[in-house]
């Protein structure tokens, strides 16, 4: 074929061939890693002959030709006989000897491991043996090395633990695949590409700013939206996240002792032989008759010669737990009560002649004056364990006991409420019957109100989880339930809510329940009611006497918060307990706690005002008190400079209790708002500074009558019961009604009734002559100086008119609250006898209160 023209395939002509024509010269520089004998399409299996054979046989034989040469030269030296020169090989190829150097004889020749023609051939023969067995059919050394490969990949991979991999093929298996995952990207973090664009993600993470999730929960979506942070990894995170945050909280604050003070039960026998079980108890009993703290002297000025580290105003258990817990941190605290038990319990104060004195049935019997039911009793009992835990026992041998009985429900609680139940709402009507609150918690409630108030009825099982339900979110028809489950939901952030504000920082509560009991400390309670009950007047009735049952206030003057915070304790399954011992017990282990720590409890003491500590120039200090005015600070407003800081109280006798002027120390006051800022605040303090914001909105609680009743009789022969009894105007039926042209219902105002009887009276009052409705107070004035706090000056005011500015006690009508605190407490009978205490407790007359004035 004579035809020159190049083949065409597919319209084109072949592509030159990479590999040189025969008869081209072989490259002159050929690759490393090539064997000798390796022509251009030829490719030889066989690696022993043709690339290791022939560098073997020429280094042997090399090696032969060096030990020949060596051979050579020690002959020529031996012949020749001198031993100080050494032999050579010359240009002519004979041997010579040549002098040393250094003078001394030559080193010996290096043994050469090839010295022969018969060293050569064996190693043909081996090299030949070697090639024939790797040409060999059966491949015999290929399953050798493979095997031999796979022993050292095991030592390589699992090291010790490979006789478990062995033992255990799946292991295996499973750690290959794990290795394929990780190869893959499957171990990584982050996602190839976000899940949603930075757009959306963006939007949607404001929408949620703007809802108030909290920052945490953003930062988790940011993560995830942005930079496509995969789920597992996110729950790493949070795992991390909440590892930490339990190890911060385990932290030990500044100052506090590595080792807390090992403290003994308030009633332990300090020396002595051990005693019986009934004598501990009858020394328990005896102490338990005295009055909680140490009587202040008013001629002792010991106090002014020691320096506490934490001084606290105030009495009753709130302020002992506080000043226990201060003192298992280390510090030295002083708690200074005005009354003359710390616990806040009385006793009848008997002249000699009266017939009860001399028959000492009275005697140091302790009336409990105030409201010591405790609402969750576990979770309360939780917290006391730090501030009681003693050497034998972690509750400091302080025991709660169930109000009321198993046949009642465990009823701690008897409310009456005018019209409830009934078509009249007038304030001069009860309840058909009082309203029993127990520990059936709130599905009992609940079916009170479907089958007594016309309410929906509840679905079975369907509570939050409480009472064995299976947390369903459906109440049925209950209204009553549904309002109980938002209490409940909202009540969950009360917690977080009162822990920012201690901190100093309100906004702190970032959480959905926190941020909405915020909002609802903000806004009253009526219109919460009015919102969610708005077609069952009852029940509205009954929600708000549940939330507010210990103070005359109505819902429109109740902060949704404190009214869920009320009503949450009251529907709670556990029912209310009481402490065993009466509040004298629990305030007598934490008196003890405090007192075994280096503090005092002072009871009995007259306080006269706060001492403040202020730098002023060239860092010099000083004390203000009402004596001295201080004219250092801008006029008309508060102060724009740093505040001054609480350093200690004055007492009545002159006597000056004080904490480190380090500012270390601190003063707690547990005496409440007004009487704190208002009568033992500086004067001068108050008009430069001001007061807290907030403060000049208060207004002071009307005063209580507590009449205190001894009752001849054990509480079986009496049939008295530990629930309290409520008379509720301030929830009295609200009248709704019902606009007959638009059919649009107008809700009325729960209360109204007892509110309207005050403002007739204080209508009435208002006629009366100057003299008597003019009277000198301490009022607040707002600052009109840069927005500034408010400001206290004295100034004669007018008496107000309308609501509030008149009260009088209407019989079968007013307020009030009669306890039995004597049936609450198990162990009052052995310690006391047939005697029963009673307490009934109503709003004080204007007429009576005058006189105080």
């Not at 066989?46 to 560098?55: E, F, G, H, W, Y």
């Not at 794990?178 to 893959?184: F, G, N, S, T």
């Not at 005359?552 to 949704?560: E, L, R």
């Not at 600070?633 to 505040?643: E, I, L, V």
Request: hydrophobic share 35%.
């Amino acid at each position: 074929h004579t035809n020159t023209r190049p083949i065409m395939r597919m319209g084109r002509p072949l592509r030159p061939r990479r590999s040189a024509p025969r008869g081209q010269a072989a490259n002159p520089n050929p690759p490393h890693h090539s064997s000798r004998t390796l022509e251009v399409g030829r490719v030889s299996p066989d690696v022993v002959t043709s690339v290791l054979a022939p560098l073997l046989r020429e280094m042997a034989e090399a090696s032969v030709e060096a030990h020949a040469d060596a051979a050579l030269m020690a002959a020529a030296r031996e012949d020749e006989g001198n031993a100080g020169g050494e032999a050579e090989v010359g240009p002519d190829g004979q041997p010579r000897i040549v002098e040393a150097a250094d003078g001394g004889s030559a080193p010996p020749p290096l043994r050469s491991l090839f010295t022969s023609k018969e060293d050569v051939d064996e190693l043909e023969t081996l090299l030949t043996e070697t090639a024939a067995r790797f040409k060999s059919p059966s491949n015999r050394w290929k399953v050798q090395a493979n095997a031999a490969k796979f022993e050292r990949l095991l030592d390589e991979r699992y090291g010790r633990l490979r006789p478990f991999v062995e033992s255990n093929p799946q292991v295996e298996a499973a750690f290959r695949g794990l290795q394929r995952r990780y190869a893959m990207g499957h171990f990584s973090p982050f996602e190839p590409k976000a899940p949603i664009s930075a757009t959306t993600a963006i939007m949607v993470l404001f929408m949620m700013k703007r809802q108030g999730v909290r920052l945490d929960a953003l930062g988790l979506f940011a993560a995830f939206a942005l930079f496509g942070l995969r789920p597992w990894a996110l729950v790493a995170l949070v795992a991390i996240a909440k590892l930490e945050a339990d190890r911060r909280s385990r932290r030990r604050p500044r100052g506090m002792p590595k080792r807390a003070v090992v403290c003994e039960s308030y009633y332990a026998k300090a020396v002595g032989d051990a005693e019986t079980e009934d004598e501990e108890r009858t020394r328990k009993y005896e102490l338990l008759k005295k009055p909680v703290g140490t009587p202040h002297n008013p001629a002792d000025l010991t106090l002014r010669d020691e320096t506490f580290d934490v001084i606290i105003l105030g009495s009753g258990t709130g302020t002992l737990y506080a000043a226990a817990l201060l003192s298992r941190t280390g510090r030295k605290v002083c708690v200074l009560s005005p009354q003359a038990d710390a616990s806040g319990c009385v006793e009848l104060a008997l002249q000699n002649e009266s017939p009860l004195t001399r028959s000492g049935r009275y005697d140091s019997v302790p009336f409990d004056v105030y409201s010591n039911n405790v609402a969750r009793v576990s979770r309360q009992q939780a917290l006391l364990v730090p501030a009681l835990v003693t050497s034998t026992d972690a509750q400091g041998g302080i025991r709660f006991a169930r109000i009321g009985s198993e046949s009642d429900g465990y009823a701690h609680a008897l409310l009456s409420v005018p019209g409830l139940g009934s078509s009249s709402a007038s304030s001069s009507g009860s309840c058909l019957e009082p309203v029993v609150v127990g520990a059936g918690g709130p599905m009992a409630l609940a079916e009170y109100c479907a089958a007594r108030l016309g309410d929906g009825s509840p679905s079975s099982g369907t509570l939050l989880g409480q009472e064995g339900g299976n947390n369903s979110d459906d109440s049925g028809s209950s209204a009553s339930l549904s309002y109980l489950r938002a209490a409940l939901q909202i009540n969950e952030g009360a917690g977080e809510y009162f822990q920012s504000k201690l901190l100093g920082n309100p906004d702190s509560s970032n959480s959905s329940s926190g941020q909405a009991y915020r909002r609802a400390a903000a806004v009253p309670a009526s219109s919460f009611l009015d919102r969610c009950l708005p077609f069952t007047p009852h029940v509205r009735s009954l929600m708000a006497a549940l939330g507010m049952a210990g103070e005359n206030s109505a819902p429109d003057g109740t902060s949704m918060a404190a009214h869920v915070s009320h009503l949450c304790a009251m529907i709670d399954v556990e029912g209310m307990a009481y402490p065993v011992g009466g509040p004298r017990a629990l305030c007598s282990a934490l008196t003890s706690v405090v007192e075994q720590c280096g503090g005092r409890v002072v009871t009995g003491v007259t306080l006269q005002e706060l001492l403040f500590q202020e730098g002023g120039d060239g860092g010099q200090e000083k004390k203000t008190d009402n004596k001295g005015d201080n004219k250092e600070g801008p006029k008309g407003g508060a102060s724009s400079g740093p505040k001054p800081r609480c350093v200690g109280v004055r007492l009545q006798n002159g006597c000056e209790v004080t904490t480190p002027t380090d500012g270390t120390g601190a003063v707690v006051s547990a005496l409440g708002l007004i009487p704190t800022f208002l009568n033992l605040l500086p004067t001068a303090v108050r008009d430069e500074h001001g007061v807290p914001p907030g403060l000049p909105a208060l207004s002071e609680r009307r005063p209580h009558h507590k009449f205190l009743i001894g009752l001849r009789g054990t509480k079986d022969d009496l049939s008295v019961t530990g629930a309290d009894w409520y008379r509720l105007p301030n929830a009295s039926l609200p009248v709704d009604e019902v606009d007959g042209a638009t059919g649009q219902v107008k809700l009325g105002t729960i209360g109204g009734g007892e509110r309207s009887s005050e403002s007739d009276a204080a209508a009435s009052d208002g006629q009366q002559s100057a003299t008597e409705g003019e009277m000198t107070a301490e009022t607040t004035t707002a600052s009109t100086a840069g927005g500034g706090r408010g400001k206290r000056s004295k100034a004669p005011l007018p008496k107000a008119e309308g609501k509030g500015s008149r009260c009088k006690f209407h019989s079968g009508e007013s307020w009030m609250k009669v306890s039995f605190p004597s049936a609450k407490d198990p162990s009052w009978a052995d310690r006391h006898g047939d005697v029963t205490t009673c307490v009934v407790t109503v709003e004080a007359d204007d007429d009576f209160v005058r006189a105080f004035d």
